[in-house]
């Protein structure tokens, strides 16, 4: 189903199912556009500004900067001074530069990045300015690594971590960090891929807990944890689609994190589009930063499109790539396609929106057999349909980013735009009488991708440069 928002339009919530997209998604108008989902209006106020940075920067350890597999504003330093917005802005990588069917990866040091910015809604110019950052640190005191563990593993206050066994970042702990959220206490959490852990550091960096998944989402094959991305597994998450997002609620107390897509045993067979039934962990934090299982467990069905954009029937899933709550049972999600500057196929750009989603009447899995083993959440094995009694998440598309003129009047062609867009975040606009305002920070995970790349002290040139880059929207959320 395509939508075109247009001035001050009120769509309905709708109860999904997957939907499905043939053509092109696109957005076009300058107004408003307001949707509604259980009862409450939520309005997308538009693209309002952006920024980015440059892809040849080089960052505090010396490599070339990459970002944003998530990002977040540090709201005690957010504030209004004038006309101007001020604030720090932490951002997280991924595990750098690598080339998985080359079978090369670097031992790159799991980081943060912090940036000064500023933000000028007259003009609509965000500035970021590399302000250094801080390196990870495991239960040990040692570094990560971004290398693909392989088999390998270690053992680490009683809890089994993917970790290369031999070659590069042998005897550390590999992590693929794709979602950062900070505590109210100055710690914060990461999602990662490989494991599908959840790691707690302290405001230092260092690591103090672990959240581990379910037995449902746990990789294994032949029974036995398979935490590389280079093999796939036979049950739990599917390759390179681990924790992509997680979000604390405004009151600290609930946890939500999401996988990228479907389980491979909740993937349908033969269907290349049916990886859309995706799961949603519900944490009670309020007692402890590290719960040992989650208090609910929900199902989301992604969006499907066709990767030619031509019309015709749905073969990929829109992955979600990350997550930022509203309250205790909203938030919003972003849902993409895999095509844009970055990507290697040639495939046009179709799909990436940010969806507005709703716990509330969603079946909870937790404590079943869906969570507890490795029962399949469909109806049958070639379909996305779910078992009789499971109702998902409901959503409704909110922004979509594939909006050509509210793009141009930022200098940037739809055409152009960035594979892999992968962060969010929500800072309050501050303005009298418009308490439930925000500006909506939405970033790409630019891969290294730069003309001139160092990594770990060796070249890794690429032939053009993917830049670092921040849009802006300005949104109204009921009740916030």
Request: hydrophobic share 40%.
């Amino acid at each position: 189903m395509r939508r075109l928002l247009l001035g001050c339009w009120l769509l309905p919530a709708l109860a999904f199912g997957a939907e499905s997209i043939g053509l092109p998604h696109l957005a076009s108008g300058e107004g408003a556009a307001a949707v509604v989902l259980h009862g409450q209006s939520f309005v997308n106020q538009g693209l309002v500004g952006a920024g980015s940075v440059p892809a040849a920067s080089v960052d505090f350890l010396g490599d070339t900067l990459g970002s944003f597999s998530s990002l977040q504003v540090d709201r005690r330093s957010w504030k209004r001074i004038g006309d101007r917005y001020e604030g720090v802005l932490w951002t997280l990588p991924d595990r750098g530069r690598n080339d998985p069917e080359a079978g090369l990866f670097y031992d790159y040091r799991a980081r943060l990045h912090r940036f000064r910015i500023t933000f000028t809604p007259r003009d609509g110019k965000l500035a970021m300015v590399a302000d250094g950052g801080m390196e990870l640190r495991d239960f040990r005191g040692r570094p990560f690594t971004g290398a693909d563990p392989g088999q390998g593993t270690l053992v680490e206050k009683d809890v089994l971590l993917p970790a290369p066994a031999g070659g590069t970042g042998a005897g550390k702990v590999a992590l693929d960090a794709e979602s950062l959220q900070f505590t109210r206490g100055g710690g914060f959490y990461i999602g990662d891929e490989y494991a599908a852990n959840v790691y707690y550091f302290d405001r230092r960096g260092r690591l103090q807990g672990v959240i581990r998944p379910p037995t449902a989402i746990v990789p294994r094959r032949g029974g036995q944890p398979a935490f590389g991305s280079l093999t796939a597994p036979e049950t739990g998450r599917r390759n390179n689609q681990g924790v992509e997002g997680l979000s604390l609620s405004p009151d600290g107390r609930t946890l939500f994190v999401v996988l990228q897509s479907a389980l491979v045993q909740d993937s349908a067979q033969g269907n290349a589009s049916g990886r859309v039934n995706t799961r949603v962990l519900v944490y009670d934090v309020g007692h402890g930063p590290v719960p040992a299982a989650p208090v609910a467990h929900h199902i989301v069905q992604l969006p499907a499109f066709d990767q030619d954009g031509t019309g015709g029937a749905p073969d990929r899933t829109a992955a979600q790539s990350e997550v930022r709550a509203i309250n205790g049972h909203q938030f919003l999600m972003l849902a993409r396609d895999g095509a844009g500057r970055g990507a290697t196929d040639g495939k046009p750009i179709v799909y990436k929106s940010i969806l507005l989603v709703d716990t509330r009447g969603a079946t909870n899995l937790a404590g079943s057999g869906f969570e507890t083993g490795v029962t399949s959440v469909l109806a049958a094995p070639g379909d996305v349909a779910l078992k009789a009694g499971i109702v998902p998440a409901q959503w409704v598309e909110f922004v979509n980013l594939l909006n050509p003129v509210q793009l141009a009047r930022f200098g940037i062609d739809l055409d152009a735009l960035s594979e892999k867009w992968e962060a969010m975040d929500l800072v309050p606009v501050g303005e009298p009488g418009r308490p439930d305002d925000y500006f909506l920070f939405v970033g790409n995970d630019n891969d290294f991708i730069a003309r001139s790349c160092v990594m770990s002290g060796e070249r890794c040139d690429a032939g053009f440069d993917n830049d670092n880059r921040v849009l802006v929207y300005r949104i109204t959320l009921p009740g916030t």
